[in-house]
């Protein structure tokens, strides 16, 4: 008897022992101040971060504070629903442990878990889907709607430009450079690409060049911007549709990749076999190191690129999934 006793004695303990641990864990799970702390301690760390750390991440993938905050308060609300499930299943443990201690619960609470489980999800879907949405319209990774006219085009046409400005550029100047040639043509202006790139916004490591910041120093100097993304295009219908811009006397800033480099040049013409571009990055004139030499078949601009190497070119730009095949229509 004495025995019996003290082996239930021991199973009370144990089963109080459990009934304690698990109203102390729901006590941390339910509790709003818990929440309100974590959720606090979340948010500081995800907002303090691009501050903190600018130059190892955020300085390379973000251009400024001001987005570099954007993208934080996302992966906070991202981090702060992947919590909340978290929690979740933590609870869903702890309801376990109480069944193993015989603690009964209540039907209620296992309907209002499943619908707390249902909403979680839905907010985790709508974060998720939200980033997505996000990022493809911020890498302009959708193509653009572009009608292309029949109407027939002339064999050969080409912007003017001031010669005096084929100038070549210094490092990672390619945007400001492209740039300057625009206001040359649409305002036949004489900027110095040199100041223009003082006033150029959205660098990011290495003093490279995001698009929105070619885009937002056009409009600074009185230009109206178009951006296409022609990704979806067949390689004839790119050509068709730079050819009817450019006729429209509208130069087109165009992303590229030379040599495993990202790069900037402008359209101001073509001929029946290729594109004449103001290209900051051809070579240097042998009687001035500050300007480039031309080539022969232009006659608009310095670059003359055949139509099959210069649509190459373009499908090889941006970066990844993100600004494939992006134009930037001025004027």
């Not at 760390?45 to 504070?65: A, Q, R």
């Amino acid at each position: 008897m004495k025995r019996n006793e003290t082996e239930l004695s021991k199973k009370k303990q144990d089963e109080e022992k459990k009934k304690n641990f698990v109203s102390f864990l729901e006590f941390l799970l339910n509790q709003s101040l818990f929440s309100k702390f974590s959720s606090l301690l979340l948010l500081l760390i995800y907002v303090y971060i691009p501050f903190f750390l600018p130059g190892f991440v955020y300085n390379k993938l973000l251009p400024n504070k001001k987005y570099a905050i954007i993208c934080a308060i996302i992966i906070f609300c991202a981090e702060l629903t992947l919590f909340q499930i978290f929690s979740h299943l933590i609870s869903k443990k702890v309801s376990k442990i109480a069944d193993s201690a015989v603690l009964p619960e209540a039907p209620s609470n296992r309907n209002k878990h499943g619908r707390k489980m249902k909403k979680l999800i839905l907010s985790l879907a709508i974060v998720f889907l939200f980033i997505i949405a996000f990022l493809l319209w911020f890498g302009r990774a959708i193509p653009s709607c572009v009608k292309l006219s029949d109407a027939d085009l002339n064999e050969t046409f080409a912007l003017q430009m001031n010669k005096n400005l084929f100038y070549r550029q210094t490092v990672n100047n390619c945007g400001p450079y492209s740039v300057m040639a625009v206001i040359n043509i649409l305002h036949t202006e004489e900027r110095d690409p040199e100041l223009l790139s003082e006033k150029m916004g959205w660098r990011m490591y290495k003093n490279l060049t995001f698009p929105q910041g070619v885009v937002n120093l056009l409009r600074d100097n009185g230009i109206k911007t178009k951006e296409v993304v022609l990704k979806s295009k067949s390689d004839r219908d790119k050509v068709r549709w730079i050819k009817q811009t450019v006729s429209e006397e509208k130069p087109i800033i165009v992303l590229i990749k030379v040599h495993h480099v990202l790069h900037y040049v402008t359209i101001l013409g073509y001929d029946e076999k290729g594109f004449m571009l103001y290209d900051s990055m051809q070579e240097k004139s042998p009687e001035s190191p500050r300007k480039t030499i031309v080539d022969e078949r232009c006659t608009e601009g310095n670059r003359y690129y055949s139509y099959e190497d210069f649509i190459s070119l373009w499908n090889a730009g941006g970066y990844k999934l993100f600004f494939r095949n992006w134009a930037i229509v001025c004027g």
